[in-house]
């Protein structure tokens, strides 16, 4: 009949069990859709989605372009008191306590077993690699000379470190470790462009540094040395300097002033000085504290500023 309204119902789509709910979703032939899209609409969305990362990725770049124009790639853009670091330098330590235990600052041993004292051997020899001299011209060798107080290493060159003039402190001597002397290496923390103030005035030499220093420095007056980054270790209390015994500082007490200020020239050796224990008490905790003398180094023990602490107990 004309004009007769022919009623339409809605008819659910069949069910499906999973797997096959899932060929379906794969694939549908009826629809032409794959994983729910027609071939069109992952076109469109994989065209989308190549065009946003590209934009993404371009503009990062060009961030970092402009951000590695800023920089110089040999120094630091903020230096000294401008830095973080600051322009004090710390004091360091070698060998290090093994990482189970990084937080503590103990040296201790058992002479008569090597394996016992092997770990603090290693770890001076892991540290000394980069002084040693390479077999094939390694490590910047090359770049390398020797310096003396009035003659500083030229331009792009770096002062050597002379491992003949440590004496006991050396690898074929086991660091003194196998004879209850051992050798503590301290190195000063680098800071670029920083150059200490050296002590230069040996009648205003500040009362809190040792007697036995001053009277080191006065001595090395008329050797043209004062040039130099001092260097004391003491006991912290009474009972600690008694159990230390005697020490001595190879191969000078002191950081030669020709080796600053750090430039980041490639194959810098930062000065090193042994602190050689020649009969530290046996079975004794021996508290140390060590420190750095500068008119512009500035010691603080709490936060460790210009000097370092360590304990050392030989058994």
Avoid at 200 to 210: E, G, Q, V, Y
Avoid at 290 to 299: D, L, P, R, S, V
Wanted: a neutral charge.
């Amino acid at each position: 009949m004309e004009g007769k309204k022919v009623e339409q119902f809605y008819m659910p789509p069949p069910k499906l069990g999973k797997w096959e709910g899932f060929r379906v979703f794969l694939w549908n032939s009826e629809t032409g859709q794959f994983l729910g899209r027609t071939g069109a609409s992952w076109a469109k969305i994989l065209l989308f989605y190549v065009i946003f990362y590209a934009v993404l990725s371009g503009f990062f770049g060009a961030m970092l372009a402009v951000f590695y124009q800023t920089l110089d790639p040999n120094a630091p853009k903020w230096q000294l008191d401008n830095s973080l670091i600051g322009s004090n330098p710390g004091l360091g330590f070698r060998p290090m306590p093994p990482e189970s235990n990084v937080e503590s600052t103990l040296i201790w041993y058992k002479a008569s077993d090597e394996g016992n004292y092997l770990h603090w051997t290693r770890e001076l020899d892991r540290f000394l690699e980069e002084y040693e001299k390479p077999a094939s011209g390694t490590n910047n060798f090359e770049q390398r000379v020797h310096c003396e107080y009035k003659k500083p290493a030229p331009p792009g060159k770096v002062c050597d470190v002379d491992m003949s003039e440590w004496g006991q402190c050396t690898k074929a001597r086991k660091y003194g470790f196998h004879k209850s002397a051992p050798c503590i290496f301290l190195k000063l923390n680098k800071i670029f462009g920083w150059m200490p103030q050296f002590y230069n005035d040996t009648k205003n030499l500040p009362s809190t540094m040792p007697a036995d220093l001053q009277e080191h420095i006065k001595q090395e007056e008329g050797n043209g040395r004062l040039d130099t980054v001092w260097v004391s270790c003491e006991g912290e209390n009474p009972a600690d300097v008694e159990n230390m015994g005697a020490i001595q500082y190879i191969p000078r007490r002191g950081f030669p002033g020709f080796y600053f200020p750090f430039r980041n020239t490639p194959g810098y050796l930062s000065p090193l000085v042994a602190v050689f224990f020649e009969k530290p008490k046996y079975g004794v905790l021996i508290n140390i504290e060590c420190k750095a003398w500068a008119h512009n180094i500035i010691h603080d023990r709490f936060e460790r500023r210009g000097s370092v602490h360590f304990e050392l107990m030989v058994d």
